[in-house]
């Protein structure tokens, strides 16, 4: 059963501190997304990548946020330094060609 | 550029009521439409989608919904709904975009389903 693996799945920090959660997309998927959600803002496309090069990651505070994919099987968000304004739960996606997103069980994020 | 409008926020409703969410989407191209479903503590599932033909399509858990072009809408539907129902729902769409492939697929900000037995 094909599906999208998150890791961690829960994390607490401390402000300040740097934060790297990784997805592994489905084997095949050429589109991998990274979505933010929170009670107040719903969920947000942070960034996306396509056959790994970004597409678009306007959704992403640039300051503290990077997004890569050092290869196919792997995409990484960071955030340095984690500030409590980016506790949510971060959800990682991969679609293949026609768009059908799968998504992953998403990483807890809480800085305190 | 995409966007989608989700009209309702929150609904409350007894078992066995029927069920319609409404969506509308702007976008000038050929869309992808889904519909997702969010349990309580648990990540996104997909509960149906619409690429071309029929424009009825019927998902999972006897849902389904309804692409009207001209109206830029994809509604989901359920006749008669559980308590196992209470979630979260979102529309989502992605466009056609440049050499055959879609844009960044884009979620609406979802309406909270609240069944009560």
């Known amino acids: 059963d094909a599906r999208v693996t998150q890791t961690p799945r829960d994390k607490v920090t401390e402000m300040g501190q740097e934060v790297t959660m990784r997805c592994q997309p489905i084997l095949g998927h050429n589109t991998v997304f990274w979505y933010r959600q929170t009670m107040m803002q719903g969920l947000e496309l942070l960034a996306y990548f396509r056959n790994r090069a970004p597409l678009d990651d306007s959704g992403m505070p640039k300051d503290r946020f990077s997004a890569e994919m050092p290869d196919a099987t792997l995409a990484t968000l960071k955030i340095q330094p984690s500030e409590p304004r980016d506790s949510a739960v971060y959800f990682c996606a991969s679609t293949g060609f026609e768009g059908e997103a799968f998504f992953g069980q998403g990483t807890r994020l809480t800085v305190v | 550029a995409q966007s989608v409008s989700q009209h309702n926020h929150h609904v409350i409703l007894s078992e066995a009521a029927s069920l319609e969410l409404g969506c509308n989407y702007s976008y000038g191209g050929t869309v992808n439409l889904f519909w997702y479903v969010q349990y309580p503590g648990q990540h996104l599932q997909l509960l149906l989608k619409?690429?071309?033909?029929?424009?009825l399509v019927k998902g999972i858990k006897g849902f389904e919904a309804e692409f009207i072009k001209s109206k830029f809408s994809f509604n989901l539907r359920k006749p008669s709904v559980q308590w196992s129902d209470t979630a979260e729902y979102f529309c989502a769409v992605n466009g056609e975009g440049g050499s055959g492939g879609y844009n960044k697929l884009i979620f609406g900000a979802g309406t909270r389903l609240a069944v009560h037995p």
């Open positions: 619409y690429f071309s033909g029929d424009p």
